[in-house]
């Protein structure tokens, strides 16, 4: 059923609210993707706190354009939509992160990342995968965590070698 005018310009106005206020905006390719996994997926989204929208190349094309993105680089081919995170400016990486995850459990033929927007800036796939493979806040969290303990656990490490070889 074709849309009316009004309600195209409504989903250019959602689009282009989203690419002006998320932290980041994956354009997600998606082909052969059947309503089970494309329910699983959106749960899963919805649980993470990210919107997903399916729309016309012509109006994400029209929302980008209103925002003054250079998008003629990126091919945005096929079926489309929009990934995008709204709730947490903390975790920029979150909505990659989770459409990256998906497309691995789908297979990239199925859910494939064509690019994005990543903090105000409109970048290709590449730029856009290589996003989706850093990690979470948490983990980095962690990851930072352990690198500062290494150097005092190995010093603890050594004086209990040290001590042990002296009451021996």
Known sequence: MAKTKKEKEEIVTKLENAF?????????HFTKVTVAEES???RKFRDEGLKYIVAKK??????????????KDVPLLGELAVAYDIGSKEDATSAAR???NFAKQLGGEKLSILGGIFEGRFVGADEM?????????????????????????????????????KSA
């Open 98 to 100: 989770n459409v990256w």
């Open 58 to 71: 012509t109006l994400i094309r029209r929302a980008l354009d209103k925002l003054g993105h250079a998008h």
């Open 129 to 165: 995968k290589e996003i989706a493979t850093i990690p979470s806040i948490p983990v980095l969290r962690g990851m930072f965590l352990n690198v500062i303990n290494s150097p005092i656990s190995g010093l603890a490490v050594a004086l209990k070698a040290i001590a042990d070889k």
């Open 20 to 28: 002006k206020n998320a932290a980041s905006s994956v354009f997600v």
């Open 40 to 42: 699983s997926m959106r």
